[in-house]
Nanobody
Framework: QVQLVESGGGLVQAGGSLRLSCAAS????????MGWFRQAPGKEREFVVG????????YYVNSVKGRFTISRDNAKNTVYLQMNSLIPEDTALYYC???????????????????WGQGTQVTVSS
């Protein structure tokens, strides 16, 4: 199993930036495809972005494309989410997630993620 701990959330004005981190421990980090999800108040949790085991491929939902960038450092067992040009609609609890994957270059489907962190709050003020 893998354990995930997010950090880096906070309060930021619209147009600002934040960088989230997710530190993994337990089983070998490079065995897992990684992703970020978010849940706004009163809404269901939604997929934001996923990255392959190798870090070479990523998939973004349209609402964050061009503003958010996911990356990973397998040597540091960490995945990052750089969020730029933040808007109030980005306000949510952000979760890091992991999915075992047999393919190093594949971004796994969102329903495959089965390990979750506790979440870190991102609040964007207008």
């Amino acid at each position: 199993q893998v354990q995930l701990v997010e950090s880096g959330g906070g309060l930021v004005q619209a147009g600002g930036s934040l960088r989230l981190s997710c530190a993994a421990s337990g089983r070998t980090f490079s065995y897992y495809a990684m992703g970020w999800f978010r849940q706004a108040p009163g809404k269901e949790r939604e997929f934001v972005v996923g990255i392959s085991r190798s870090g070479g491929n990523a998939y973004y939902v349209n609402s964050v494309k061009g503003r958010f960038t996911i990356s990973r450092d397998n040597a540091k067992n960490t995945v990052y989410l750089q969020m730029n040009s933040l808007i109030p609609e980005d306000t949510a609890l952000y979760y890091c997630a992991a999915a075992e994957s047999g393919y190093s270059s594949t971004v796994v489907p969102r329903q495959r993620y089965n390990y979750w962190g506790q979440g870190t709050q991102v609040t964007v003020s207008s």
